[in-house]
């Protein structure tokens, strides 16, 4: 049976990554440049503010309770630490998401070339695989952003917090992780019993 939107969107997705593993490397080049050199102009660690000054910015009738901003700081000089911590803003959430396109990758190129596509035993352990990457990773990545995230405004802002919460991304990753590993058990037990059948005819 051909199945050319596997084809389409294994080299979708093929781009995809490759385009992320270059944006990994900009990202670790752009770390190294904080760490041992002085920071050129349009490159910078961007944190998050909060509580910004909001005066005469609502119109009449209206109230702004809180309001949050991106700021991009330049540290002055080379900055070891501000670099190692604003990798770990973003590199495990990156690894994570690269691993999980990687892992897509490979079970679309299996499916393409098996004799039953997607309804396999091999398709149902890459969806729990990827299942259990979106999962780990993201919680992890959500820790390890926040106490980096944390400690970085420390040193770069006069008012900081003790907590950042994560990107809402983050969450939504893990959820689609639950959601793999509920494919991967459907496609598991549907698979075994097409076996079953398959063994009494």
Known sequence: MRTP?????????SIGLVLGCL?????LLMSVVIAFFDVPNGIGIPLRV????TGGMAADGAL?????AEVTLRPGGAAPLAALLYLLMWAPATATGLMALFTLVRALHRARLGDRA???AATAGDLRRLGWIL?????????IRMVAEA?????????????????????????????ALSVSEIVRRGVALLEEVEATI
Not at 50 to 53: L, S
């Open 64 to 68: 702004i309770d809180s309001a949050s």
């Open 135 to 143: 999962i780990g990773g993201s919680l992890a990545s959500a820790a």
């Open 151 to 179: 400690i970085l405004s420390s040193m770069l802002l006069t008012t900081s917090y003790p907590i950042y919460m994560p990107p809402d991304t983050l969450l939504w990753a893990a959820v689609a992780g639950v959601a």
């Open 23 to 27: 944006g990994a490397l900009g990202g």
């Open 5 to 13: 939107w596997i084809t389409r969107l294994e080299i979708l997705l």
């Open 50 to 53: 909060f509580d910004v000054p």
């Open 118 to 120: 997607l309804f396999s």
